[in-house]
């Protein structure tokens, strides 16, 4: 391996406030009948400092928050809500829905919002919507919420458009994705623009309709759009992502010939990532030195993703000599880098490394998540150390981690493995009690795990759950134009 930058060889609370005693000394005096007349102190004057300020900026923050969720429960529960709520409040509350992609309460929130006496329609506003949206595959509400903006008779902007066109773009509805740009190019003064067609290539690239690309190219240069960095990156990640070497360097090739753009380290980490998930490490570790050469620099993300490519290919001591080489190069490792390095050494039984990095993470302050700790489960499920999975259980109820769905899939399926069917619907229930929607995989495994061993009437109730499950997680199908 011929690296640039030689690596090392691969052998190689603060304490409780004290109560006053005031009232306890008052009640003990009134006991005894000797309630002395007392003179009223003069209350201290105010004062202007930090400490006199903290209660009251604290208070205000619980007021928000208070509001905030009022806001959010109003809107869920209520048709014919108040059309006088506090606007901060509202607009919090919308801004939250949004940024958690929480898309059915931001909708519902955004109707409380325009019912308000104070509300202004804003492109804006409609644009963010249309993004989040886009972003949790929504096109038919996405269809609903544009029909809407025009009826308030907004002009759409080159943003709001944009925003449609991922949004079915996205979910896969390339057509319709193209229906909208030939109709922006159709309206006035809202020509699509690079970023316009930066998403529609994305959209392109991540349905693997490549057979597109050359048309959108074509349609940009005819309105004299040039490609930039970004486009090119797409364009390049896409290919890689198919596995499609050949046309990724061509692509890499064009990106070089434009004179306007030259690689940076996207088009590293794309080009890196397409080999070392494939396994083709050689020429994974041939583009490194080449970048290099180009003038650009590795990042974190460039070895975590050489640690995973060496991991998955069973080349460990290739992957501790990148862990070690980004210490000396002073990249500090993050939580991606660690749980990388443990999920590989558990998936391949060295429990003695595993538990190593696991330890050597927490004493370089890097914080484990819920996957690092589902890879310590898969890692004892796999060696059959089944008895130290509470152990890890324990650890989790210790810190401030909150369990995901996942993580309790991969207990599901340690006790499934094991045949602790007892304790793998202890879990089931233990989930349901931290708030983890039991999902699909939660279903399959342990209806697999009572066909096993013959329980058959139990998995035909789960069965039936599972099924009322995928009901509610479908819901009712939603049209896109009346299709």
Not at 224 to 244: F, L, P, R
Not at 301 to 320: E, L, P, Q, R, W
Request: hydrophobic share 35%; net charge positive.
């Amino acid at each position: 391996m011929h690296l640039l930058g030689p690596l090392p060889p691969t052998n190689s609370p603060s304490p409780p406030s004290r109560t006053s005693r005031a009232p306890v000394v008052l009640a003990a005096q009134r006991q005894r009948g000797t309630g002395r007349r007392r003179q009223r102190r003069k209350p201290p004057p105010p004062t202007s400092t930090p400490e006199a300020e903290q209660p009251d900026a604290l208070a205000r923050i619980l007021r928000t928050e208070a509001a905030v969720t009022g806001v959010s429960r109003k809107a869920a529960a209520v048709r014919h809500q108040s059309s006088r709520l506090w606007p901060r409040a509202v607009l919090e509350a919308l801004d939250s829905a949004v940024a958690a992609s929480r898309w059915e309460s931001a909708l519902e929130i955004f109707e409380l919002l325009r019912n308000q006496h104070w509300y202004e329609p804003r492109s804006q506003t409609y644009a963010r919507l249309l993004m989040m949206l886009g972003k949790c595959r929504q096109p038919g509400p996405a269809t609903a919420l544009f029909k809407e903006m025009l009826s308030e008779r907004l002009t759409p902007t080159v943003d709001v458009y944009t925003a449609l066109v991922g949004a079915y773009g996205y979910s896969g509805l390339l057509e319709e994705a193209l229906a909208t740009v030939d109709q922006m190019k159709g309206a006035a003064e809202c020509r699509p623009d690079e970023y316009t067609f930066s998403v529609l290539l994305d959209c392109c690239a991540k349905s693997r309709r490549f057979d597109l690309i050359p048309t959108v190219l074509d349609e940009m240069s005819y309105l004299g759009i040039e490609c930039n960095s970004v486009i090119h990156n797409g364009i390049i990640d896409g290919y890689g992502k198919a596995a499609m070497f050949e046309e990724m360097e061509s692509a890499l090739s064009a990106m070089l010939e434009s004179g306007n753009n030259v690689p940076d380290i996207y088009t590293m980490n794309s080009i890196i990532w397409a080999y070392g998930n494939n396994g083709r490490t050689g020429e994974m570790e041939r583009w490194y030195s080449e970048f290099q050469l180009m003038g650009v620099e590795p990042d974190t993300k460039t070895f975590n993703i050489m640690i995973k490519s060496y991991g998955k290919a069973g080349m460990y001591d290739k992957m501790v000599s990148i862990f070690k080489y980004m210490k000396k190069r002073f990249f500090t490792p993050t939580a991606v880098t660690f749980n990388t390095v443990i999920g590989c050494f558990g998936r391949a039984g060295n429990i003695e490394k595993m538990e190593y990095y696991f330890r050597l993470m927490k004493i370089q302050g890097v914080k484990p998540n819920p996957i690092t700790y589902c890879s310590l489960v898969n890692g004892y499920s796999k060696a059959g150390l089944i008895d130290k999975v509470p152990g890890i259980i324990r650890q989790t109820e210790n810190t401030d981690v909150v369990l995901d769905t996942p993580f309790f899939n991969c207990v599901i399926s340690a006790y499934a493995k094991s045949g602790d069917i007892k304790i793998m619907e202890e879990m089931l229930q233990l989930m349901k009690e931290k708030n983890c929607k039991p999902d699909n995989v939660t279903y399959a495994t342990m209806i697999q795990a009572y066909t096993a061993h013959g329980m058959d009437e139990a998995a035909r109730l789960l069965g039936t759950e599972a099924e009322r499950f995928e009901k509610r997680l479908l819901g009712p199908v939603s049209e896109v134009d009346g299709k």
